[in-house]
């Protein structure tokens, strides 16, 4: 069993990895800090675990997690940096599910953040944790900077384009048209999140520049080993969880000459989580919600030079505590899977 | 393992049963039958079951069963009379989570229903699926009637107080005011049931009659031995799942002296799948959301006379596809909550 | 032209009024405030509102509103109360859309609200704001005080039943089963109403006690002069707008003896704003949507004792900033439909 | 006063035309036909309507529009074609809200909407009704083929870089994605558009070709006179109404150099019904909910080269009936805001 720790029990992340893991066969739920909460049981805030979660909040503490084997954080930019290195320096491994640990140049952290970045070093050694991107180095990680939700899906969608040898597309005219439910703004009290705002509503946000913005070029720029140009604009969708990408790319004549179904469907075919679904077909983010599965069409429309990829997942889950759990699994040489076969729920 | 077919796999409550019963440690699933998609993947109807479930659809006779253990009827009411016969008659056990075997009167079912009951001998036999209140006749049951949504959640709302000696409300001046969500209404496109017409809208429907009715009225009767009337008001919910019935019950003296949480929790301290909530509490429907529990509260507003029982359950799940699951793990000696422990979809 | 005063404009009753009173053709605009904003163009805030309403938000004080004919109140109770003599003792008319001068007596209105009354005198003045009910007090009021939007859509839904000389129903054992849109909740950011809280969700709240009880239990007793007694359970709806109120009454032998739909006829015949529909008929929120209408249907389900009167409005309309219009339109002599002719928004 | 018909008056778009007209103080609504429903009154059907629209459904026939001045077609593609030869002889003007006589080249209406265009003639006399970009040809139009909701969106939101003289952008990489509410998908009865499907969901739909594309393209070459490539993508967000349309173009020399913050307010300047918000601006669909504003913001992300124009409108409303009711009043010489005043219902 490993025994595991989250920093951070009160948000949707956090509360997503308490449904996963309670349920997970080989954890032990060892501690769940929070500062605001110490001593009040996790099922009291959060209905939906009664009986099944026994757990009460504890203080965000080394003490309380000194005996977990690793530690999640599913906290805001800030923390996981100042509690990290007492952590790996003991020989517990973290997941940061924030964002602590995912942009490699600590000028562009600080920029898009507002912080300066603590933990230089430990950054260096940070793997980023999108999975099927960087599996070999997930599994060996003694710190991990889980992918973003926006950057996950818009990764997925391109990868196959970018590991192609040589280039596809246009890589500096990519566009990610990307849609998020609510729950992507976490569940701090806010106007703009309220129901009464979002509901029968649709907008862009942060259109100007958005974190996930930098993360994306960066994470392209790590798959194809070039530079890399996307114009990303987020959408809030009155829908409480899922994202789907709709990503716009200009094929080169060798991408124009290419079976683009053929090459997905190769790509991905060892992927448990990744379902390049048939051609033609229009993924909806339904048919992966609450689970942690991704599902990719690709489409080329009026047979014309730019290709559509569309990717969905739920941000809750293979964007959040779904990875956050895949990469633990891979981290302790378990089944990817392990804990994390649930079906969509759909309807 | 139990050899099991589903007929009738186009609906919410079919497509239920697979999300389930995909998962289920102890099922094998041999067939699946629709007469209208005959040889398509189930998984094309249902993106969401990919790569998971990878049966096609079957053409809904006896040949495509006969090897079954235990068959489900996912179906509108006619077509499990039609066919349960031959089934039971061949060792095949029978679950119906349509209406054909609920209600014992065959004259109430033909004013209710607008047909004859063509199996009055097997309609007899049938057993209420309502697990909670029926255990023991579930168990060894050749063909069990499943209770519908909304009477499964006002009966085991109010049982507790039928099964306590001597009355302890007015039985007759019982209010249930229930509400649910859309999906109730079934995958059949209608008008009332597209998202412009359900969508930031709220209605009561059917209030001068409601199929449950009858059900409700005899299930409450079949509990406490004793005549009751219900006042019942379904109304509908702009969400896809879940039911709340809020249920009014006028206390007599003996209903006065009695200690109602005490009363309602020692009633469920062993179920697996009943949570009464602490005093005072106030149970959502998220809070059940994709799993198969109920969450009740009591309450008695302002010390007077009339107490509200709260009671909340998935309709496709504990109001269907969950209960037919949990009757098979009861008729096949299982325990019961196998296949069912998944935890509520929050938020 | 009525020149109009608002305080406290950030809030949806707020932002409602001006809505209205943009198109009012007898209104002119002098002063809306808001501590908060001073300066900012309320357009920016509202963006929905662009072009239309040109006023900045201006320091709440008396000298902002000292050159207004009437001022409304769209605040949290107790701000009203603060300010009110002042205006009053200037010869400007005042409704109030909070509940400092709902409830007459001070002892409940401290009970409830948690501060002591600190003008008993003008509460003792104030006219009770249900226009259907207390019209010739409303015209004549310099201080009204607006029925609270549940306490509303139960009155009008009763009124015909407890004004028809003896009495037609146990006035003792009234349930107002009431389900109201999020925006009732305003606009505050708390976490319950999160969209991703409550969307895809169902729940009654306040069940030991809500503070419109005491407001409806008045309300009706000043309807019929005698003592009621009413259960009032409000439930959360997935939705931005609207109230279903689902009201239970038992009819007593003059009541079962009583064409119920000609009495709701004939009783609302000449109120432009209440809609007594076709015997059978089921109102739904959205058929009032945006508008300041009341669509009300009677049944009685199986010709037993109980009669259920469903009864529908906009919380933000007939339940606040219409209701409100429709009181200034009768205080200045106007017809009180004035402005107020807008069609709901459906679908 | 102008005497009015509306032929299919069932769906969403003609119960639109009815809430609109039923308060126009120039209107007087003669006929409303629908086929299936004679005899039946229209507030029967649409009870938001009832006390208000007093007419019933009449017959589709010449008989029951010939006193008519103009008739409106709320109708699926080849019934107007059928009916407006006699119409238009008889001197009566009609506008088409379908897409009849939107698509100029026979061979590409018959390619997309699978029938051949039985009148030749009338399509190349009829105009394209935007409003903004073909006034004086509307004005004096015997027909009005009115543009559909995504290429109203689409042009509005080009039209400034598209008019500017020399070629501002590549006019050939053009990208429109665009998300649209549910009730775009009329109120027939289809799964897709059930509640359950739709709500908690997002989706691209017709990536490989919508019938909007030619009209997009023929649309913004009309403006230009110049060969555009649009790659479109609609996509249904869980809301009854509104379309934001996020548009991608690559801005050329000429393009960066120009300040379309002031090309897109001087070229707006006088039109009442497009809303230049101020540069930095996120326009929502509730911000034009239920009337017939349209909101633009124009972004230039990053300073790089791509562009992004944001534009919502009501998809029923500017995109639909409250447009028709605009052509109307430039077609009889009115303002063309007359009955169109309505401000957006937020939240």
């Known amino acids: 069993m490993i025994k595991v720790g989250i920093v951070g029990g009160t948000g949707y992340t956090g509360s997503e990895l308490l449904r996963i893991l309670a349920l997970h066969p080989q954890v032990e739920l060892k501690a769940i800090t929070s500062r605001g ?15 099944r979660v026994n757990i009460a909040f504890s203080e965000p503490t080394f003490e309380s997690l000194k005996n977990c084997d690793l530690v999640f954080f599913a906290t805001p930019h800030g923390v996981c940096m100042a509690q990290a290195a007492e952590l790996v320096n003991a020989g517990i491994r973290v997941v940061d599910l924030g964002a602590d640990f995912r942009l490699k140049n600590t000028a562009e952290f600080e920029h898009w953040y507002g912080m300066p970045h603590s933990e230089p070093a430990l950054l260096e050694e940070a793997v980023y944790g999108l999975i099927e991107a960087h599996r070999n180095a997930v599994r060996t990680a003694r710190l991990v900077g889980l992918a973003g939700c926006y950057p996950t899906s818009v990764q997925l969608a391109l990868k196959p384009l970018l ?46 520049g958005h974190r996930h913005l930098p993360e994306i070029e960066q994470g392209l720029e790590m798959i194809s080993g070039r530079k890399t140009h996307v114009t990303f604009t987020p959408h809030l969708v009155p829908m409480v969880r899922g994202i789907l990408a709709t990503v716009y790319v200009k094929l080169n004549d060798a991408g124009q000459a290419t079976d683009l179904q053929a090459l997905y469907e190769g790509h991905y075919r060892d992927e448990y989580f990744v379902d390049v679904m048939p051609k033609g077909s229009l993924p909806e983010t339904k048919h992966v919600r609450g689970s942690n599965f991704v599902r990719l069409a690709i489409h080329r429309p009026q047979g014309r030079d730019t290709a559509v990829i569309l990717a969905t997942i739920d941000n809750l889950v293979k964007g959040a505590a779904g990875q956050a759990v895949q990469a633990m699994n891979a981290m302790f040489g378990l089944p990817e899977h392990l804990g994390l076969e649930q079906l969509p729920l759909a309807p």
Chains 1, 2, 3, 4 share one sequence.
């Open 37 to 51: 909460e110490v001593g009040q049981a996790v099922a009291d805030m959060f209905p939906a675990l009664r009986k």
């Open 163 to 208: 590991t192609a040898g040589a280039p596809l597309i246009d890589e500096t005219t990519i566009i990610a048209d990307c849609k998020s439910g609510v729950s992507g703004a976490g569940r701090k009290a806010t106007v703009g999140s309220l129901f009464s705002e979002a509901s029968e509503n649709f907008k862009a946000y942060s259109v100007s």
